[in-house]
């Protein structure tokens, strides 16, 4: 039992600080995510917008993924942020091509069709999965 005990003290706080610089990164990317997008999906999920909450919901997963396969194959601290730069990157601008491709997929998604968000959310969280795997190897 001791030695659970001094592996909890010595694993914790690491565990915490990964846990907290994979979240802040999470946060950053989210914003990002919604500053970079053509619609607010905030104001449109409280006015009951169901495909812009599945839109939402499936950028916040599939950027989760990646950093959370980071987090897992990383030595440190930095190697989080850097390798977690990396995918949220890479998913931004992969989002971004996404709304230029299929360019009123955007103005589908404020009109409320749920049929164009899960198209759009199955996407990203497809790309979210082989960047994860791309990570960890």
């Not at 914003?31 to 104001?43: A, D, G, K, N, S």
């Not at 230029?100 to 049929?115: S, W």
């Not at 968000?117 to 190897?137: C, E």
């Amino acid at each position: 039992m001791e030695a659970v005990l001094e592996s909890l003290t010595t694993g914790l706080p690491i565990l915490i600080l990964h846990f907290l610089v994979t979240v802040t990164m999470l946060a950053i990317g989210v914003t990002v995510y919604m500053w970079i997008t053509p619609f607010r999906e905030l104001q449109l999920i409280r006015d009951g917008n169901v495909a812009a909450a599945v839109s939402l919901g499936a950028a916040i997963v599939s950027l989760a993924v990646p950093l959370a396969f980071s987090m897992s194959v990383s030595v440190g601290v930095a190697d989080i942020i850097v390798w977690g730069l990396v995918t949220l990157a890479i998913l931004l601008i992969v989002y971004r091509i996404i709304d230029f491709l299929l360019k009123d997929l955007p103005t589908r998604i404020e009109a409320g069709e749920v049929g164009p968000a899960i198209l759009l959310a199955s996407v990203k969280i497809g790309v979210a999965a082989i960047t994860a795997a791309a990570v960890s190897g």
